[in-house]
């Protein structure tokens, strides 16, 4: 059989349609239209939500940074924060921005390609949250306590105490490497918990711009 | 003079390209409850983007765009099952129970061509259909973003697989 003849098969089928479908306008009718959510809503307020949540963290995080500026031993460690609250916020702007921007009208390709790189774009930027948290909590102690407290937290803090804390995070960070590579495909977890071993793995991110190089080939001239 | 208010606009427009819906959600959907969901979805965003429509275009062209677009990113999500909120319960598109018309109550053919369309990748399964709807490679290269004669050298590569297929399906 011929793709052509399959072309006569799919117009009875079209025809079989004609009369054997019918659109329920009644439902549409009954303002459902613009109470249901489309796939990406979701994702939509989870990205401001995550925006808003970041813009009083940068503020005061660059209030404590500009009070403490003359004191490395706080400066230091606001500024990493900082730069880590700046660079998630940056990344939510972004997605926010592309998802807005995002036609459905417009060609296949190009709304998969942008669908394709936000993904990787929401993929990178929780892979990297996850495994700088553990690394990030020391300095966090330290700002939290001296900026929320008021105490200075190097009274009951030592260097050694710091160091342990630096060195623990490592050690978590490449503890959670192995679990998310060990546990990766027993499938059995939660489809949250599968969502973040794939991420911090990289194996989401893999797909992902898996897809975006499939898209590029189906793009380019055989 | 009177105008027809938008969402009636809407709806006789879509009534009249239901079969898009149709066939794209038998394309890339297995079972029926994906296949209404995501027909529910496709209707969702065609209404959300209706403000940029291009009334100089056409609707059918435009539908195909956005129906392909939001099938393929259902097919390809991993966490929709968890994220679906505010379901509809009732089908937006009623089979009536006279003459159906979902693959598994086709005749051999059309299951056979559904077969065939499932197995192909998600790109190619779009190619496909609106190659079967009688669409012109120019008409497929704009709704996918690709030249006509990509369209061309495609269109040719799946004929030569179905081709191969079918040998191999009648030679067992």
Not at chain 1, 89 to 106: C, E, H, K, P
Not at chain 1, 133 to 157: K, R, T
Not at chain 2, 80 to 89: G, H, I, M, N
């Amino acid at each position: 059989m011929e793709l052509d003849d399959l072309k006569v098969k799919w117009a009875q089928y079209d025809a079989k349609l004609e009369k054997s479908i019918r659109l329920n306008t009644r439902l549409l009718r009954e303002s459902r239209l613009t109470r249901v959510d489309a796939a990406l809503r979701p994702l939509s307020r989870w990205i401001v939500l995550e925006t808003l949540l970041n813009v009083p963290a940068v503020l005061l995080l660059g209030s404590f940074l500009g009070d403490h500026i003359g004191e490395p031993r706080f400066a230091v460690p606001a500024a990493l924060l900082l730069a880590c609250a700046i660079a998630i916020l940056n990344a939510g702007i972004r997605q926010w921005v592309a998802l807005r921007a995002l036609d459905y009208g417009a060609p296949i390709l190009v709304v998969q390609k942008r669908l394709a790189a936000l993904r990787v774009s929401r993929i990178r930027t929780t892979k990297w949250v996850l495994l700088l948290s553990p690394l990030l909590w020391a300095p966090l102690l330290i700002v939290g306590i001296q900026g929320l407290v008021g105490v200075d937290p190097y009274a009951f803090l030592d260097a050694k105490w710091l160091a342990a804390n630096v060195l623990f995070g490592l050690v978590v960070l490449v503890v959670m490497l192995w679990i998310s590579r060990r546990y990766l495909d027993r499938g059995k977890q939660s489809p949250g918990l599968q969502r973040l071993l794939d991420s911090i793995a990289g194996r989401s991110l893999a797909s992902a711009t898996g897809h975006l190089d499939e898209i590029a080939r189906f793009e380019q001239e055989l | 003079m009177t105008t027809t208010p938008p969402q009636d606009r809407f709806l006789a427009l879509l009534d009249e390209h239901r079969k898009i819906l149709y066939k794209v959600a038998n394309a890339y959907c297995r079972n029926a409850e994906d296949r209404r969901d995501l027909v529910q979805e496709i209707v969702v965003q065609l209404w959300r983007s209706l403000p940029r429509f291009d009334e100089r275009a056409r609707f059918s062209t435009w539908m195909y765009r956005i129906a392909m677009n939001v099938a393929i990113s259902f097919y390809r999500s991993e966490s929709r099952r968890t994220q679906r909120t505010e379901l509809v319960e009732e089908p937006i598109l009623e089979t009536l129970a006279v003459d159906r018309a979902a693959p598994e109550e086709s005749s051999d053919d059309i299951r056979q061509l559904h077969r065939f369309i499932g197995e192909l990748d998600e790109l190619n399964r779009a190619l496909v259909i609106l190659y079967l709807d009688g669409n012109s490679h120019e008409t497929i290269g704009e709704i996918l973003g690709i030249s006509a004669s990509n369209v061309g050298t495609r269109v040719g590569r799946i004929k030569e697989r179905l081709r191969k297929d079918f040998d191999r399906v009648a030679n067992r």
